[in-house]
Protein backbone atom coordinates (compact mmCIF):
# COMPACT_ATOMS: atom_id res chain seq x y z
CA UNK A 1 0.00 0.00 0.00
CA UNK A 2 1.34 3.36 -0.41
CA UNK A 3 0.27 6.56 1.70
CA UNK A 4 0.74 10.59 0.81
CA UNK A 5 3.56 11.96 2.84
CA UNK A 6 3.81 14.95 4.52
CA UNK A 7 6.71 16.75 6.02
CA UNK A 8 6.48 18.84 9.49
CA UNK A 9 9.76 21.58 9.79
CA UNK A 10 9.28 23.16 13.08
CA UNK A 11 10.28 22.74 16.29
CA UNK A 12 9.06 19.78 19.25
CA UNK A 13 7.01 20.44 21.94
CA UNK A 14 7.96 18.44 25.09
CA UNK A 15 4.38 18.64 26.42
CA UNK A 16 2.92 16.70 23.26
CA UNK A 17 0.81 19.53 22.19
CA UNK A 18 2.07 21.63 19.75
CA UNK A 19 4.93 21.78 17.20
CA UNK A 20 5.53 18.61 15.30
CA UNK A 21 4.14 16.36 18.39
CA UNK A 22 0.79 18.26 17.39
CA UNK A 23 1.78 18.07 13.22
CA UNK A 24 2.60 14.00 13.47
CA UNK A 25 -0.53 13.37 15.22
CA UNK A 26 -2.72 14.99 12.84
CA UNK A 27 -1.02 13.71 9.65
CA UNK A 28 -1.85 10.33 11.16
CA UNK A 29 -5.56 10.62 11.72
CA UNK A 30 -5.84 12.52 8.29
CA UNK A 31 -4.30 9.50 6.49
CA UNK A 32 -1.08 10.81 5.89
CA UNK A 33 3.01 9.67 6.33
CA UNK A 34 4.15 11.86 8.63
CA UNK A 35 7.73 13.38 8.61
CA UNK A 36 9.79 16.13 10.81
CA UNK A 37 12.70 18.05 10.51
CA UNK A 38 13.47 18.89 14.03
CA UNK A 39 14.08 23.29 14.11
CA UNK A 40 14.28 23.35 17.73
CA UNK A 41 13.78 21.48 20.99
CA UNK A 42 11.25 23.26 23.16
CA UNK A 43 10.95 22.14 27.44
CA UNK A 44 7.30 22.62 27.46
CA UNK A 45 3.70 22.14 29.31
CA UNK A 46 0.84 23.08 29.79
CA UNK A 47 1.69 26.37 31.84
CA UNK A 48 4.10 27.57 28.92
CA UNK A 49 7.45 27.55 27.40
CA UNK A 50 10.37 27.02 30.25
CA UNK A 51 13.45 26.78 28.08
CA UNK A 52 13.92 26.88 23.55
CA UNK A 53 16.99 25.03 22.16
CA UNK A 54 17.42 25.93 18.79
CA UNK A 55 19.13 22.79 16.89
CA UNK A 56 21.78 24.37 13.81
CA UNK A 57 20.84 25.00 10.29
CA UNK A 58 23.12 22.28 8.99
CA UNK A 59 20.87 19.67 11.58
CA UNK A 60 17.90 20.68 10.04
CA UNK A 61 19.23 20.63 6.33
CA UNK A 62 20.44 16.93 6.68
CA UNK A 63 17.20 16.01 7.95
CA UNK A 64 15.25 17.01 5.37
CA UNK A 65 17.87 15.56 2.86
CA UNK A 66 17.51 12.44 4.48
CA UNK A 67 13.77 12.75 3.79
CA UNK A 68 13.97 14.56 0.48
CA UNK A 69 16.61 11.91 -1.26
CA UNK A 70 14.96 8.81 -0.47
CA UNK A 71 11.06 8.85 1.06
CA UNK A 72 9.98 12.61 -0.90
CA UNK A 73 6.95 14.00 0.13
CA UNK A 74 3.39 15.53 -1.31
CA UNK A 75 3.28 18.17 0.63
CA UNK A 76 5.21 20.14 3.64
CA UNK A 77 4.74 22.43 6.28
CA UNK A 78 7.05 24.76 8.66
CA UNK A 79 6.29 25.60 11.83
CA UNK A 80 8.79 27.07 14.65
CA UNK A 81 11.90 28.40 12.65
CA UNK A 82 13.42 30.29 15.13
CA UNK A 83 16.09 32.08 13.86
CA UNK A 84 17.15 33.93 10.32
CA UNK A 85 20.03 31.25 9.75
CA UNK A 86 17.22 27.75 9.69
CA UNK A 87 15.02 30.20 7.44
CA UNK A 88 17.91 30.50 5.14
CA UNK A 89 18.66 27.34 5.20
CA UNK A 90 15.29 25.89 4.73
CA UNK A 91 14.62 28.15 1.91
CA UNK A 92 17.33 27.01 -0.24
CA UNK A 93 16.56 23.10 0.74
CA UNK A 94 13.46 23.85 -0.55
CA UNK A 95 14.22 25.73 -3.84
CA UNK A 96 16.73 22.80 -4.00
CA UNK A 97 14.16 19.96 -4.39
CA UNK A 98 11.62 22.20 -6.17
CA UNK A 99 8.62 21.58 -3.84
CA UNK A 100 5.74 23.69 -4.30
CA UNK A 101 3.39 22.55 -1.82
CA UNK A 102 4.58 24.54 0.74
CA UNK A 103 2.08 25.64 3.87
CA UNK A 104 4.07 28.30 5.84
CA UNK A 105 2.40 28.99 9.51
CA UNK A 106 4.73 32.13 10.86
CA UNK A 107 4.97 30.61 14.31
CA UNK A 108 6.18 33.52 15.74
CA UNK A 109 5.12 34.22 20.02
CA UNK A 110 3.57 31.25 22.07
CA UNK A 111 0.11 31.76 23.65
CA UNK A 112 2.32 32.75 26.78
CA UNK A 113 4.39 34.68 25.51
CA UNK A 114 7.79 33.18 24.92
CA UNK A 115 9.45 33.96 21.59
CA UNK A 116 9.56 31.01 18.92
CA UNK A 117 10.92 33.38 16.35
CA UNK A 118 13.47 36.12 16.78
CA UNK A 119 13.13 39.35 15.88
CA UNK A 120 16.19 39.10 13.59
CA UNK A 121 14.10 36.26 11.69
CA UNK A 122 11.37 38.55 10.45
CA UNK A 123 13.00 39.80 7.31
CA UNK A 124 14.27 36.82 6.35
CA UNK A 125 10.80 34.87 6.91
CA UNK A 126 9.12 37.64 4.58
CA UNK A 127 12.30 37.78 1.57
CA UNK A 128 13.38 33.94 1.50
CA UNK A 129 10.49 32.24 2.63
CA UNK A 130 7.02 33.98 1.58
CA UNK A 131 8.12 33.67 -2.04
CA UNK A 132 7.98 30.15 -1.56
CA UNK A 133 4.92 29.51 0.15
CA UNK A 134 1.81 28.15 -1.57
CA UNK A 135 -0.28 28.94 1.90
CA UNK A 136 0.35 31.18 4.45
CA UNK A 137 -1.68 30.94 7.84
CA UNK A 138 -1.10 33.69 10.60
CA UNK A 139 -3.36 34.84 13.15
CA UNK A 140 -4.44 38.27 13.35
CA UNK A 141 -1.16 38.77 15.60
CA UNK A 142 1.12 37.33 13.37
CA UNK A 143 -0.54 39.16 10.03
CA UNK A 144 0.64 42.57 12.12
CA UNK A 145 3.38 42.15 12.90
CA UNK A 146 4.71 40.70 8.93
CA UNK A 147 2.66 43.84 7.65
CA UNK A 148 3.18 46.59 10.31
CA UNK A 149 -0.77 47.03 10.12
CA UNK A 150 -3.19 46.94 12.81
CA UNK A 151 -5.93 44.78 12.55
CA UNK A 152 -9.19 46.39 13.73
CA UNK A 153 -11.87 46.11 11.08
CA UNK A 154 -12.66 43.74 8.53
CA UNK A 155 -10.94 45.87 5.97
CA UNK A 156 -7.97 46.10 7.70
CA UNK A 157 -7.68 42.49 7.02
CA UNK A 158 -8.10 42.55 3.22
CA UNK A 159 -5.18 44.94 3.31
CA UNK A 160 -2.98 43.03 5.64
CA UNK A 161 -3.81 39.79 3.44
CA UNK A 162 -3.11 41.82 0.24
CA UNK A 163 0.28 42.67 1.77
CA UNK A 164 1.12 39.41 2.42
CA UNK A 165 0.69 38.02 -1.30
CA UNK A 166 2.84 41.24 -2.45
CA UNK A 167 5.71 39.65 -0.53
CA UNK A 168 4.93 36.14 -2.52
CA UNK A 169 2.75 34.12 -0.72
CA UNK A 170 0.56 32.42 -2.88
CA UNK A 171 -2.44 32.10 -0.86
CA UNK A 172 -3.22 33.81 2.52
CA UNK A 173 -5.63 32.35 4.94
CA UNK A 174 -5.85 34.91 8.36
CA UNK A 175 -7.43 33.29 10.77
CA UNK A 176 -9.92 34.81 12.83
CA UNK A 177 -9.74 33.15 15.96
CA UNK A 178 -8.08 35.96 17.44
CA UNK A 179 -10.70 38.67 16.53
CA UNK A 180 -13.43 40.20 18.70
CA UNK A 181 -16.51 37.80 17.59
CA UNK A 182 -17.96 36.17 20.25
CA UNK A 183 -19.99 33.89 17.92
CA UNK A 184 -18.09 32.89 15.50
CA UNK A 185 -14.24 32.66 14.59
CA UNK A 186 -14.32 33.32 10.72
CA UNK A 187 -10.97 32.95 8.90
CA UNK A 188 -10.78 35.06 5.90
CA UNK A 189 -8.82 33.59 2.52
CA UNK A 190 -7.07 35.82 0.11
CA UNK A 191 -5.72 34.11 -3.59
CA UNK A 192 -4.15 36.85 -4.43
CA UNK A 193 -7.70 38.03 -6.34
CA UNK A 194 -10.65 37.25 -4.35
CA UNK A 195 -11.57 37.04 -1.06
CA UNK A 196 -13.27 34.24 0.55
CA UNK A 197 -14.63 34.01 4.18
CA UNK A 198 -14.38 30.62 5.94
CA UNK A 199 -17.17 30.76 8.88
CA UNK A 200 -16.75 28.38 11.96
CA UNK A 201 -17.95 28.65 15.17
CA UNK A 202 -16.57 29.77 18.37
CA UNK A 203 -15.73 27.46 21.24
CA UNK A 204 -15.24 28.97 25.01
CA UNK A 205 -12.45 26.80 26.20
CA UNK A 206 -8.73 27.15 27.51
CA UNK A 207 -7.56 24.14 26.27
CA UNK A 208 -6.60 25.90 22.80
CA UNK A 209 -3.01 25.16 23.18
CA UNK A 210 -1.74 24.07 19.41
CA UNK A 211 -4.50 25.04 17.15
CA UNK A 212 -2.47 27.09 15.01
CA UNK A 213 -0.03 24.15 14.56
CA UNK A 214 -2.85 21.83 14.09
CA UNK A 215 -4.97 23.55 12.02
CA UNK A 216 -1.78 23.93 8.85
CA UNK A 217 -0.70 20.27 9.95
CA UNK A 218 -4.44 19.59 8.77
CA UNK A 219 -4.43 21.92 5.82
CA UNK A 220 -0.74 19.98 4.72
CA UNK A 221 -1.87 16.78 5.49
CA UNK A 222 -4.99 17.72 2.61
CA UNK A 223 -2.92 19.13 0.34
CA UNK A 224 -0.05 16.21 0.71
CA UNK A 225 -3.80 13.60 -0.14
CA UNK A 226 -4.00 15.42 -3.93
CA UNK A 227 -7.13 18.02 -2.18
CA UNK A 228 -7.98 21.05 -3.76
CA UNK A 229 -7.11 24.04 -1.40
CA UNK A 230 -10.67 24.72 -1.26
CA UNK A 231 -11.57 20.82 -0.27
CA UNK A 232 -8.48 21.22 2.20
CA UNK A 233 -9.54 24.49 4.26
CA UNK A 234 -12.37 23.17 4.94
CA UNK A 235 -10.91 19.93 6.09
CA UNK A 236 -8.67 21.89 8.24
CA UNK A 237 -10.82 24.14 9.60
CA UNK A 238 -13.68 21.26 10.24
CA UNK A 239 -10.31 19.49 12.28
CA UNK A 240 -9.72 22.11 13.79
CA UNK A 241 -12.99 22.89 15.41
CA UNK A 242 -13.35 19.28 16.41
CA UNK A 243 -9.91 19.56 17.70
CA UNK A 244 -10.91 22.78 19.91
CA UNK A 245 -13.86 21.22 20.93
CA UNK A 246 -12.33 17.98 21.93
CA UNK A 247 -9.14 20.09 24.04
CA UNK A 248 -8.34 18.11 27.13
CA UNK A 249 -7.75 19.26 30.81
CA UNK A 250 -4.47 17.75 31.60
CA UNK A 251 -1.92 19.88 33.07
CA UNK A 252 -2.17 23.02 35.37
CA UNK A 253 -2.78 25.37 32.56
CA UNK A 254 -3.89 25.16 29.10
CA UNK A 255 -4.10 22.06 27.86
CA UNK A 256 -4.39 20.76 23.89
CA UNK A 257 -6.51 20.28 21.45
CA UNK A 258 -7.66 16.67 21.11
CA UNK A 259 -9.28 15.34 17.80
CA UNK A 260 -9.01 11.93 18.91
CA UNK A 261 -12.61 11.59 20.79
N1 LIG B 1 5.57 25.40 20.80
C1 LIG B 1 5.90 25.09 19.56
C2 LIG B 1 7.09 24.22 19.33
C3 LIG B 1 5.11 25.56 18.50
O1 LIG B 1 5.45 25.27 17.24
C4 LIG B 1 3.98 26.34 18.76
C5 LIG B 1 3.13 26.71 17.65
O2 LIG B 1 2.76 27.78 17.35
C6 LIG B 1 3.69 26.68 20.06
C7 LIG B 1 4.49 26.19 21.07
C8 LIG B 1 2.56 27.61 20.40
O3 LIG B 1 1.57 27.01 21.08
P1 LIG B 1 0.28 27.83 21.52
O4 LIG B 1 -0.82 27.27 20.69
O5 LIG B 1 0.10 27.53 22.97
O6 LIG B 1 0.54 29.26 21.23
Redesign the pocket.
Known amino acids: MSLPRALTI ?4 SGG ?4 Q ?1 DLKTFQELGVYGMSAIT ?1 L ?1 A ?1 NTTG ?1 QAVYPTTPDAVVTQIRSIGSDIGLDALKT ?2 LFGSDIIQAVAAVIREYGWTKVVV ?1 P ?1 M ?4 G ?1 V ?1 LQESAIHALITELLPLTEVLTPNIPEAEHLTGLSIKRATDKREAARKLAAFGARHVIIKGGHDDDEQKATDLWYDGRDFYELEGKRIDTVH ?6 TFSAALTAGLASGLELKAALEQAKAFIQAAIEGGIAIGHG ?1 GPTNHWA
Open positions: AGSDGAGIAATQVGMDVIAKGSLTHGTGCR
